[in-house]
């Protein structure tokens, strides 16, 4: 099997190997190092202030002249929400940390940061970004006009057949099938319940249905993964948890040497820290939360909520506050850079497929 097919030449790359992108993680060396070995880095900047997006986009190409792909959070906030629900989880989170020595300061509920999708477009074309994938939605008509006005190819997240049959609907270029083994926040986006399908049993009836290129995402981190991906006809595979413990990542000492001894077991999906499901290695504030039964908010109030402890947690490198995200193959991730990590996964892949 050959490494070159329609996504390869589409983009302009050496190998269908992507790089999740990992807010919080994810660092414009990891994205560089990924690039530069001939795989697609990706930038995260879910969230992030404009001006933030600015200096890493042009930290990236600093460090690479290879292609790189941006990755937004497209979705809507809720228009209402409950003020009683944000306060009494306040109230909680603030006694939870005292016990446990963490000075994390309050959030106003009225001035919750809060940066869209629409405010980051405008950078990316500016910035004469090519590639964009996105999670938690899509774009709306106007948002997708704009970016393929622009040239720019557009991946969505779908964790569904139905979703990823909605994101070709709107235009989307490709789409990234994220199995429930996956690391990080759950791309769905389709109201109802969550759709809880694992990559083996998504990407072939993606596939069937989509006529564009599908990636393949969750739970791979070797060649065997890779190849099996590639033999279910996947265009291209995406891979994070592989890369969460590698010289370039923003995790910390404690952080990576927790995941270095995490089993098939040891994460959960959780809203605790953010109001959207996301797979993470149970901790503290996971344990705590859950066991207040006190409600949740939705996305992104939760994870306003949370956001001091975590930079406090990540500063005093307690391991019990930080948002562990990780895939349920997470433990096999290494030490390595990360040139080293993509340049195994190739020669890996290459033993088994060529
Ligand atoms: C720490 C972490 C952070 C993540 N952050 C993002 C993100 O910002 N945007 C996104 O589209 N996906 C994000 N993901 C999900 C990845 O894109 C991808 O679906 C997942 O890593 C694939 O599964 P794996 O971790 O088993 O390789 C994140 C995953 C992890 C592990």
Redesign the pocket.
């Known amino acids: 099997m050959e490494w070159k097919n329609e996504f390869t030449r589409l983009l302009g790359i050496t190998y269908p190997l992507i790089q999740?992108?990992?807010?919080?993680?994810t660092t414009p060396a990891m994205v560089a190092a990924v690039s530069n070995s001939g795989g697609l880095g990706s930038l995260?900047v879910?969230g992030l202030p404009p001006e933030k997006v600015t200096a890493l986009i042009r930290e990236v190409k600093g460090l690479t002249q290879q292609p790189f792909a941006v990755?937004l959070?497209t979705y809507e906030p809720a228009a209402q929400y409950d003020r009683k629900v944000f306060d009494d989880m306040q109230d909680f989170l603030q006694f939870l940390c005292g016990a446990n020595g963490l000075a994390a300061p309050t959030v106003n509920f009225d001035a919750v940061p809060f940066y869209s999708w629409r405010e980051q477009v405008p950078v990316l074309i500016a910035a004469g970004i090519r590639y964009v994938?996105?999670?938690f939605g899509m774009p709306d008509p106007q948002g997708f006009a704009l970016l393929k006005a622009h040239n720019i190819f557009l991946m969505g997240?779908a964790t569904s057949v139905e979703e990823a049959i909605a994101l070709k609907a709107a235009g989307a270029d490709a789409v990234?099938a994220?199995g429930i083994?996956?690391?990080?926040?759950r791309?769905s986006f389709l109201p109802g319940a969550l759709p809880v399908v694992g990559t083996m049993a998504l990407l072939p009836q993606v596939i069937d249905r989509v006529r564009i290129p599908v990636i393949a995402?969750?739970?791979?981190?070797d060649g065997r993964g890779v190849a099996a991906a590639r033999i279910l006809g996947a265009a291209a595979v995406?891979?994070?948890?592989?890369y969460?413990r590698a010289h370039e990542s923003a995790a910390t000492p404690a952080h990576k040497a927790a995941l270095a001894g995490i089993t098939d077991t040891d994460t959960l999906l959780t809203r605790a820290f953010s109001g959207r499901w996301a797979r993470g290695v149970r901790n503290t504030l996971i344990t705590e939360v859950e066991a207040s039964g006190l409600p949740i908010s939705d996305y992104p109030y939760q994870d306003t909520l949370t956001q001091s402890i975590r930079k406090v947690a990540r500063e005093l490198d307690n391991t019990g506050f930080i948002n562990m995200?990780?895939?349920?193959?997470?433990g096999k991730a290494r030490a390595w850079s990360a040139a080293d990590i993509f340049a195994e996964l190739v020669r890996e892949t290459e033993a088994l497929l060529h």
Do not use: D, K, R, Y
């Open positions: 999740a992108p990992m807010l919080g993680i995260p879910g990755n959070f994938s996105f999670t997240t990234v994220q083994e996956a690391g990080g926040h791309g995402a969750g739970g791979i981190m995406q891979t994070g948890s592989i969460l995200w990780a895939g349920q193959a997470a």
